[in-house]
């Protein structure tokens, strides 16, 4: 018997059907960065009222990946609006989620691009929107065991986790220079790092989130 071929989102559908039995993932344009298409979460699953097991579920996996953050969006659009930024650049989109921002820089001529992001689901979710978008870039796991130079890295939205923000030292240990883009910390204040903008976006599928998340600030250091 002959097997059917697998369609490129039935890989994503099962990672996220660990979050929701019932959420399946589509293609998606970005309303700030048109140019960009990425498989997210069909929004209607995300909108509905959950179990209590179903929000337990979610805890336990939430699938970042399966949504375009804030961040993620402004620092494409930005990326896309100045390619000076990353152009000839070894980059790395750290904490890649959809790869959003990898794709961005591969489209903007950065000359290497590492999407590197501690969710195998993402990897794969890296992987199948590079080949939605026809770029292409390496895939990485543990930012610890990346011992190559780099000339810029990226981060947008990893901040969520308070347990991150050692990291900010760690991100300019790394690369020459770093770009964090951040809607979750209130008082930023982490020198060398300096605010360079502020923009207001939204999580794709919009998720409706509280004003403040609306917010995009960006520091670089
Ligand atoms: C909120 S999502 C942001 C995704 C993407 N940057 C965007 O803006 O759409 C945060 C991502 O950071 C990843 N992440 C969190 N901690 C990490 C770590 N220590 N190393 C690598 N990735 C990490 C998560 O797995 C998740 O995919």
Same mark, same amino acid.
């Given at each position: ?9 039935? &890989?994503?559908?099962?990672? +996220? ?16 960065? *048109? ?6 979460? *069909? &929004? ?9 097991? *179903? ?47 990898? +794709? ?6 950065? %000359? ?8 195998? $689901? ?8 590079? %080949? ?5 870039? %390496? =895939? ?10 780099? $000339?810029? =890295? ?12 050692? =990291?900010?030292?760690?991100? %300019? ?18 020198? &060398? ?6 923009? *207001?976006?939204?999580?794709? &599928?919009?998720?409706?989130? =509280? ?11």
């Amino acid at each position: 018997m002959t097997q059917q071929p697998q369609s490129p989102q039935q &890989p994503l559908n099962t990672c +996220i059907q660990q979050m929701l039995s019932d959420a399946s993932v589509s293609i998606q344009s970005l309303p700030q960065c *048109e140019q960009i298409k990425l498989w997210l979460v *069909e &929004p209607e699953a995300m909108r509905r009222p959950f179990s209590q097991q *179903e929000i337990l579920s979610i805890q336990s996996y939430p699938a970042y990946w399966a949504f375009c953050w804030a961040s993620g969006q402004v620092l494409a659009r930005q990326i896309l609006a100045n390619p000076h930024w990353v152009k000839d650049k070894k980059v790395m989109d750290f904490g890649a989620g959809s790869g959003v921002v990898a +794709i961005a820089c591969v489209i903007a001529g950065a %000359r290497e691009v590492i999407a590197c992001d501690i969710d195998p $689901d993402a990897l794969l979710a890296c992987a199948a929107n590079a %080949r939605l978008n026809q770029v292409d870039y %390496r =895939l990485h796991g543990d930012l610890f065991d990346f011992n190559e130079p780099l $000339d810029l =890295l990226i981060a947008a939205d990893v901040l969520y986790d308070k347990a991150n923000l050692p =990291l900010l030292d760690i991100f %300019r240990q790394k690369a020459s220079k770093v770009l964090v883009a951040d809607s979750r910390v209130k008082d930023f204040n982490f020198p &060398p790092y300096q605010k360079i903008g502020r923009q *207001e976006s939204f999580t794709v &599928p919009d998720l409706d989130e =509280l004003d403040e998340f609306r917010w995009v600030n960006l520091y670089r250091a």
